[in-house]
């Protein structure tokens, strides 16, 4: 019965029409944030943070979180209509998302989006409500050796994510690998790959990376063939899902709020894997899977559920902890501070008002982000019409000036420049981008756990062994490894057998 | 394409030396530039400041972000900027100690930039994980001396304020420990939270409200005197560490070069900013307080910023840890 | 065809693209230390990372050499040089002269390696956009970035 006093409270406080209007504020201007490429909602909410001065501290967070997840919620109609995941979790919705759109079921991605996103929210939202406390305790158990643990089970589930060569994927995460290690060494401090370029000492943006790669790469890509780019998008069909539709995207839809609501209590990079890990797993249970990367439905329902799911379940470490899972709640958290709320464990009992009605406004920000998109959807896909001469340009201009929100610097136009070339050699020896990106995510934090559970462990490696949570993600990663390799060593063989008969 | 470019870049040096005049500073707005991300606690300081500062000049003042390398790009930046007053630097400690840790800087922390004020101390604090066996801090020196690398410290990177702190405080008591390097404090936190490391040393806007709700262990803060939002905290002078103060102070800079008259205007608006209820009231829930008026002044900070240069370096070459 | 000719250039070639890049990184990282495995250095994951990228290059390569598959086609190189050059541009152009100049030469420049290139359109394209931005970037969402930079006298 708590629950349902604290609930009415959540709703008391949400449902004013002053909150109301933040909140429908907060995922408006979220969702055109996420619409413009590599225009992110971390530099938006710093933007935005004094403006949240003269507001009372529910609002200002109110609002605050309507745009970061209506920035996630955003950013894939991004990387379905123009393939320009603007961040890291819209990169897989982008595999079969732009498929789909080149089909011209640009209209069927979004809805499918929309509707998965929604669903997962609302799961996300009840645990949120149900069982942060506790599950804030769970996360905290997990400490070097587990994250580890948990990176190697993602990057095994990555090399799912290529649809072509395995062997050029598990090169171009090596590579992402590599390059996500540019920067100073945490551990030591030593500037590593800098070439003594002070900009380079904190390392490569992800945003650089996924706008050169993609945006620029793939534009250039396009110029080489005009006419077959505009003849994909030339014919536009159903725009909302069909009951045969729903039927294929329902249980992707719940395997990955699942997987994302699960992932995204972690703080320590969880949400980040939470998409990739659930197109990975769709690919490998599905039915479908030889779909995946040429416009499987599951594709985009499956990593745009966890993904929403997991942007929610990250507020439980920060409002119930204190601790910042990704930048954007580490501005959340400088927000409260500035409203002199001092973020810590405290602030449940403290500030119930708050906590609940931070919980509560988030079920009607999602309601509002379907009601707000359905309806531009129609649009959306009728941009796709615009001749692509005259859209390129101004997508250029978009990845331009969103990498220039990071830092203010042109230095980082000029590194989008360079990977742009990079992302268009690659593409055209055959080599995917995806999994370049989540290589460059993983590898410093990989990097760092590996380091951080040896120092706590004095040097024996056991450790990933002995606890039981990082023996049992080891294990799946060997299983997962071996349901990956065997086919294709099998095709190999079969080839060879064929070949000589 | 060389053509425009030259011609543009011509054009524009002719136009930049017409437009610094001193007497009628500001006439346009104020940058505030911040060597950290937006959100953290450099930033918040910043941002409150300059809506104080704000108002007193009459003119917008805006926070720019320009994050990296511990501080030092943003630093250069400003060092780089027109010496018009209207870029300043906002840097806390760490604009005194990369002068040690980084031993090629972009430029010279004392002769690039004419100091405009400090803004305030934030207080540290010794905190631990829940169950680790010291009772106070007397006996946590013991802990520490008899079971040396067994206890492992959690720092947010070299250079950052807790990675100075441990050192400072490892050598006060000649005893090292295993530290364990993060990427910010937040990362550092939660592993302290879970009993993953056993000590760390963070400001009191991160960890006040840990301390509060139970979830940490607290031993002693490092400034002069008591910190009023926990009281209960001996200082570590008071703990048995004589002479031991570490705190964040943050200071405001302007590029070497502008003019005396805007210099005063901004110290003379700093000044009245740190008088400002609302900036008195969120510095109190920060866990700190504006400096005394005559610390907002180019003189306080200018001695300063020499005494904390000379006071960090040799701890840091002892230690041998440099960031490049 | 002699048995040593590449057959598949694409495979060829990634796979020395990515024997180039191991060697690179491997080659720089040993001047960091490499550590223990308590204390891993900051060579130790970027050197052990480099030498399985160079392993699977060759494994590439070789297999580029030895399987045939369709030739690669060409580079566009108009495409390339126009995109990567007005980007570069708009990187030297946005602080310095501000974002309408860079942004309007952005789309002039780009839009020029298209093979539809009507000047009449871009011109348009080139000036909406950075009205766009302006109102959008500058004054709706605040960003700090100049609207006339230095060299505009800003």
């Excluded at chain 3, 040089?81 to 952005?106: C, H, K, Q």
């Excluded at chain 3, 020029?112 to 000036?127: D, E, G, H, Y």
Aim: charged residues 15%.
């Amino acid at each position: 019965m708590e629950l349902l006093s604290n609930l009415m409270i959540g709703i008391e406080v949400s449902m004013t029409p002053i909150n109301l209007l933040y909140c429908l504020g907060g995922v408006f201007v979220g969702t055109l944030i996420g619409v413009l490429p590599g225009l992110g909602p971390t530099a938006t909410i710093a933007m935005l943070l004094p403006v949240t001065f003269g507001l009372p501290p529910v609002s200002a967070l109110i609002m605050l979180a309507g745009i970061y997840y209506g920035a996630q919620y955003g950013g894939s109609t991004t990387a379905i209509l123009i393939n320009l995941p603007g961040e890291a979790s819209s990169v897989v919705t982008a595999l079969d998302g732009y498929q789909m759109a080149r089909q011209g079921k640009a209209g069927l991605a979004l809805s499918t989006a929309a509707l998965g996103s929604f669903f997962a929210g609302t799961v996300a939202t009840f645990l949120l409500a149900l069982f942060a406390p506790p599950l804030a305790e769970v996360a905290l158990k997990f400490g070097p050796a587990e994250y580890f643990s948990l990176m190697v089970m993602g990057l095994v589930a990555s090399v799912v994510l290529a649809h072509g060569s395995l062997p050029k994927a598990i090169a171009m995460i090596l590579l992402g690998l590599l390059l996500g290690l540019v920067g100073t060494d945490v551990t030591s401090g030593t500037p590593r790959f800098t070439f003594d370029v002070p900009e380079l000492a904190d390392g490569i943006n992800f945003v650089i990376v996924a706008m050169g790669m993609f945006g620029l790469g793939e534009i250039i890509r396009n110029l080489e063939n005009e006419e077959v780019r505009d003849v994909f998008t030339r014919k536009i069909s159903g725009l909302l899902p069909t009951w045969a539709d729903f039927k294929q995207m329902t249980p992707a839809v719940l395997r990955g709020t699942a997987l994302g609501s699960a992932l995204g209590i972690l703080p320590g990079g969880g949400a980040m894997l939470a998409s990739f890990a659930a197109y990975s797993l769709e690919k490998k249970v599905s039915k479908n899977s030889k779909m995946f990367g040429k416009g499987a439905i599951e594709g985009v329902a499956a990593p745009e559920s966890a993904n929403n799911a997991g942007a929610q379940t990250s507020f439980i470490p920060m409002l119930t902890l204190g601790i910042p899972s990704n930048p954007v709640m580490a501005l959340m958290i400088g927000a409260m501070i500035i409203q002199g709320i001092q973020p810590g464990p405290q602030v449940m009992t403290e500030q119930p008002a708050l906590f609940w009605g931070i919980i509560v406004s988030m079920w009607i920000g999602n309601f509002f982000l379907v009601v707000l998109n359905l309806p531009m959807i129609g649009l959306w896909v009728r941009m796709l019409t615009v001749p692509y001469h005259l859209l390129y340009p101004a997508i250029l201009v978009f990845c331009a000036i969103g990498v220039f929100s990071l830092n203010n610097s042109g230095f980082d136009i000029y590194l989008m420049a360079v990977f742009g070339v990079l992302g268009y050699v690659l593409s055209k020896l055959d080599c995917e981008p995806a999994p370049l990106l989540l290589g460059f995510i993983l590898g410093p934090m990989m990097e760092e756990y590996l380091r951080r559970a040896m120092v706590l462990s004095r040097g024996d490696a056991m450790v990933f062994i002995e606890r039981p949570i990082s023996a049992t993600m080891l294990a799946m990663a060997v299983i997962g490894l071996i349901v990956v390799l065997l086919p294709s060593i099998r095709k190999k063989r079969d080839e060879a057998f064929t070949e000589e008969g | 394409m060389k053509t425009t470019l030259s011609l543009l870049a011509g054009a524009a040096l002719m136009l930049t030396g017409a437009t610094a005049h001193a007497q009628d500073f500001p006439n346009k707005t104020v940058t505030i530039v911040v060597p950290f991300a937006a959100g953290g606690p450099t930033d918040t300081v910043a941002r409150l400041v300059g809506q104080a500062m704000s108002t007193a000049l009459k003119q917008q003042v805006i926070v720019e972000n320009v994050g990296g390398a511990g501080g030092t790009l943003g630093a250069g930046r400003v060092a780089r900027a027109a010496p018009d007053g209207y870029t300043v630097l906002l840097h806390h400690i760490g604009h005194a100690t990369s002068a040690t840790l980084y031993r090629k800087l972009p430029y010279d922390t004392i002769n690039d930039f004419e100091p405009v004020g400090l803004v305030t101390d934030v207080p540290m604090t010794m905190v631990a994980k829940k169950d680790l066996p010291p009772k106070d801090f007397k006996e946590l020196v013991a802990y520490v001396q008899q079971n040396k690398d067994k206890v492992s410290y959690g720092n947010a990177g070299i250079g950052a304020a807790s990675h100075l702190c441990g050192l400072m405080f490892m050598s006060a008591i000649k005893a090292q420990m295993t530290t364990v390097a993060y990427k910010g404090t937040g990362p550092a936190m939660n592993d302290l939270l879970g009993g993953q490391i056993d000590l760390m040393c963070d400001q009191t806007t991160n960890t006040t409200g840990q301390i509060k709700g139970g979830k940490i262990k607290a031993y002693a803060v490092t400034t002069k005197t008591r910190v009023p939002s926990l009281p209960d905290l001996p200082t570590m002078d008071e703990a048995g560490i004589k002479g031991f103060e570490v705190s964040i102070w943050h200071g405001v800079y302007a590029p070497k070069g502008t003019p005396k008259a805007a210099i005063d205007k901004l110290s003379a608006a700093l000044k009245v900013a740190l008088k400002d209820e609302t900036v008195v009231k969120r510095f109190a829930e920060l866990g700190t307080e504006p400096v005394a008026q005559d610390r907002a002044t180019p003189a306080a900070l200018g001695a300063h910023l020499k005494a904390e240069i000379a006071k960090w370096a040799p701890v840091i070459k002892a230690a041998g840890e440099y960031a490049d | 065809m002699s048995g040593l000719s590449i057959r598949n250039q694409k495979d060829f070639y990634s796979g020395l693209l990515f024997i180039v890049f191991g060697a690179a990184f491997m080659w720089i990282a040993q001047d960091y230390g490499f550590g223990t495995a308590r204390r891993m250095g900051p060579a130790f994951f970027p050197i052990i990372l480099s030498g399985i990228l160079i392993a699977i290059g060759i494994f590439i390569a070789a297999r580029g050499i030895a399987v045939a598959e369709e030739p690669m086609r060409g580079f566009t190189l108009k495409g390339l040089v126009l995109v990567i050059a007005s980007t570069l541009l708009f990187g030297l152009l946005v602080r310095n002269a501000g974002v309408p100049l860079a942004t309007a030469l952005l789309v002039a420049i780009s839009a020029f390696a298209s093979q539809r290139f009507n000047w009449k359109p871009t011109l348009v394209l080139a000036i909406g956009m950075a009205v766009f931005c302006v109102v959008v970037f500058v004054y709706a969402l605040g960003l700090p970035m100049p609207v006339r930079g230095p060299w505009l006298g800003g």
